[in-house]
């Protein structure tokens, strides 16, 4: 007795794949079927430990009030006797926290990198691993766009600088944004 096994990469197998697959998609995260723009970028100017700071982040909301959320910064900081500048990329969860139609919360928590740069009272770069945490809310104005406002602290736990252990050199950023969805 043979057993013939059906031709996995026939179109017809293929479609049905592809839609099995979809539906799978389609009920673990809702918000892609109901979401007018699961997408929202906000480019952003802000303060980084007393320096200036330029930056954004891109969130893609896969269930109604959690993203995924790529963000990066730049920002000049002025530390206990030194001068720093940081460029940091990082990967987030963000959870809004009971959004209404025009406010909204959120918290955010996730890690990755900074390369630092320090230029007084030595000078010296550095690549570290960080943990990213913070918050903000923020104002819808239109479907579409909104203002955001939001407090980062971004804590070494890798790498060093000078003779500064990692801890010592942590910073915060506050950002104010545009934030655009689509």
């Keep these: 007795m043979s057993f013939d096994a059906p031709k996995i990469l026939g ?7 592809l839609a099995v697959a979809g539906l799978f ?4 995260s809702p918000a892609l079927a109901d979401a007018e723009s699961p997408l929202v970028l906000t480019p952003a100017v802000g303060v980084e430990n007393g320096g200036l700071a330029l930056g954004g982040s891109l969130r893609y909301f896969f269930m109604p009030n959690l993203a995924g959320e790529i963000d990066a910064g730049y920002g000049t900081s002025l530390c206990q006797n030194c ?3 940081a460029t940091t ?3 987030n969860l963000v959870y809004e926290i009971h959004p209404t139609s025009r406010l909204f ?9 900074a390369l ?4 007084s009272p030595e000078s010296a ?3 570290w691993g960080e943990i990213d945490v913070g918050g903000g809310g923020g104002y819808r104005l239109t479907r579409t766009v909104g203002i955001s406002l939001e407090e980062r602290w971004f804590i070494p736990v890798s790498g060093s600088l000078a003779s500064a252990t990692p ?3 942590s910073f915060d950023r506050t950002f104010l944004g545009i934030a655009v969805s689509f």
């Design 25 to 28: 998609v389609s009920s673990l």
């Design 125 to 127: 770069r550095a690549l």
């Design 89 to 91: 990329l990082t990967g």
């Design 105 to 113: 919360l959120y918290v955010a928590a996730g890690g990755g990198g």
């Design 83 to 85: 001068h720093l500048s």
């Design 116 to 119: 630092a740069a320090l230029s």
């Design 167 to 169: 801890g010592a050199l």
């Design 11 to 17: 179109r017809g197998y293929l479609f049905r794949l």
